[in-house]
């Protein structure tokens, strides 16, 4: 199969719930863990097609702060493969000029896994090519309860007045503060629901839902949520004919 997508109208942002390691390797009877596994080959062939079709930025939810509900063994084996992850793809972020980020309450994670993680954020930060943003032990809701307290402590400092608290303000003090919102949310294994994945940021993000496994998310999968995309008519609230009118004077420019 092969898929056509305009090069001059990529979505600039492209974020993706991985959901349904568990499933691909219950349906093989495979443990869960396993899944996870494949998942990780998943990651890297999607991050390397996102670079070679020349995405801004890629955001991967690979894990929640509800997710540490999981029980302990599979945990533990989530945080092995990222951190074997981490130490693996760093030469290869280096080479293709990756630049690694990640949101979520880093402190939560195992140490070892926390050092790993920034030691390859510290050695990819110069990197000016596609950057990779990993949502791990992430939470909308903490994310949003986290910008409420810096701005309140600003505010009681006396830096800020409250009437100063408008969207830019909030929009800087999230973990995504200088990270342009999602163009476009994929989530993989057909499920409808966000569960509780940057609950401001996507506003306005078209979403795009596929049943296909993530293990099995491959780079035909991908191209093909990109061309369903370049199918879309954003209007951000505005009626059609507004925006053909846009077009026009940006054409006519
Ligand atoms: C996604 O796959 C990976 C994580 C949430 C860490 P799941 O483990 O949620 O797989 P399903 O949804 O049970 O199939
Ligand atoms: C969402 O998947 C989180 C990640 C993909 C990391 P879950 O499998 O945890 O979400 P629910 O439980 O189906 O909502
Ligand atoms: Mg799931």
Do not use: C
């Not at 670079?51 to 702060?65: H, P, V």
């Amino acid at each position: 199969m092969s898929v056509l997508i305009e090069k001059d109208q990529l979505p600039r942002h492209v974020a993706i719930i991985m959901d349904g390691n568990g499933r691909w390797a219950q349906r093989r009877g495979l443990s869960r863990i396993e899944g996870h596994k494949r998942g990780k080959e998943a990651v890297r062939n999607i991050v390397e097609t996102s670079r070679g079709i020349g995405l801004s930025y890629l955001t991967l939810y690979a894990f929640s702060s509800e997710n540490w509900q999981r029980p302990p063994r599979e945990v533990r084996a989530l945080m092995g493969l990222l951190n074997r992850y981490l130490r693996t793809e760093l030469r290869r972020m280096m080479r293709y000029n990756i630049r690694l980020r990640a949101i979520g309450d880093l402190g939560r994670l195992p140490a070892t896994v926390r050092k790993s993680l920034l030691d390859v954020i510290a050695a990819t930060q110069d990197n000016t090519g596609l950057t990779v943003v990993l949502a791990v032990s992430y939470s909308a809701r903490e994310e949003i309860v986290a910008a409420v307290q810096t701005l309140a402590a600003a505010v009681q400092a006396g830096r800020l007045r409250p009437g100063e608290i408008d969207q830019q303000a909030i929009e800087q003090s999230l973990w995504t503060a200088d990270i342009p919102a999602p163009d476009l949310l994929i989530r993989t294994s057909g499920e409808f629901r966000i569960s509780n994945f940057m609950l401001w940021q996507l506003a306005y993000t078209e979403l795009y839902v596929t049943d296909t496994l993530w293990p099995d998310f491959d780079r035909d999968a991908f191209l093909q949520a990109l061309a369903d995309y370049q199918q879309r008519d954003r209007r951000f609230g505005r009626t059609a004919e507004q925006l053909i009118e846009t077009e026009l004077k940006r054409a006519a420019r």
